[in-house]
């Protein structure tokens, strides 16, 4: 139980261009969703916080016109990049929460690549 | 952001040896989880505590949270080639709304050594 999917695994987009990034609970519902970004060597990054229905909350120094997130539905949530550039490139992870639990389970991952 | 203390950062040892890690924190916080992250993938929890002076087990592994809250340890035993990865330590903290937040250690790095 508590499997969480992220896709694609790895998308590479020109610069200026945007990309979709989607985190689906396959057999849990998902009131929390968190979005991270991690560095090479480095630890996860919490990018937004976002509930099922309300707006994403997003952490300081996260450009929130820049990071579209959305949150429709209880087994899914999106990430959008836009007007992608070079220095967006990075891991970025997603995990959910289920409601009245402290864990969160974490995506595999999408590797993101902006030439 | 704020971030647990981790260490050691990185360690080398030999298969079968016995592993230990820890995180130590400022803050006290409601659960303490433990997670694995191989390269290119994303963290798979191991283990989560939810009381102090909880001692909890999975397999190999055991965790235990501190009394006061603010600290927590992994240990491995009898380690594998398999256990090679990144470990994390991780608080839960209610950030407001029930979003429970965790703040993350910087990870220990684990090598084994056939």
């Known amino acids: 139980g508590a499997v969480v999917s992220q896709h694609p695994s790895r998308v590479i987009c020109k610069s200026g261009t945007s990309v979709k990034i989607e985190c689906r609970s396959l057999?849990?519902?998902?009131?929390?969703m968190f979005w991270y970004r991690q560095f090479p060597k480095q630890s996860l990054m919490l990018m937004a916080t976002?509930?099922?229905?309300?707006?994403?909350?997003?952490e300081q120094g996260v450009e929130k016109d820049k990071f579209l997130i959305n949150h429709a539905s209880l087994t899914l949530s999106t990430l959008t990049v836009t007007s992608a550039h070079p220095e967006d490139s990075s891991f970025y992870i997603c995990?959910?929460?289920?409601?009245?639990?402290?864990?969160?389970?974490f995506g595999p991952g999408t590797r993101l690549t902006v030439t | 952001g704020q971030q647990l203390n981790q260490s050691p950062q990185s360690m080398f040892i030999q298969e079968g040896e016995d592993v230990s890690m820890n995180c130590t924190s400022s803050?006290?916080?409601?659960?303490w989880l433990w997670y694995k992250q191989d390269p290119g993938e994303g963290p798979v929890l191991l283990i989560a505590?939810?009381?102090?002076?909880e001692l909890t087990s999975n397999g190999r592994l055991t965790a235990q949270f501190g009394i006061t809250r603010k600290d927590s340890f992994l240990n491995i035993s009898a380690s594998i080639p398999s256990d090679v990865g990144i470990y994390f330590c991780?608080?839960?903290?209610?950030?407001?709304?029930?979003?429970?937040?965790?703040?993350f250690g910087k990870g220990t790095k684990l090598s084994v050594i056939p």
């Open positions: 991780a608080g839960v903290r209610d950030s407001g709304a029930g979003s429970y937040q965790l703040t």
């Open positions: 803050s006290i916080f409601n659960t």
């Open positions: 995990s959910a929460r289920e409601g009245g639990l402290y864990e969160q389970y």
């Open positions: 976002s509930n099922e229905g309300s707006k994403a909350t997003y």
């Open positions: 057999d849990f519902q998902a009131t929390t």
């Open positions: 505590l939810y009381k102090a002076g």
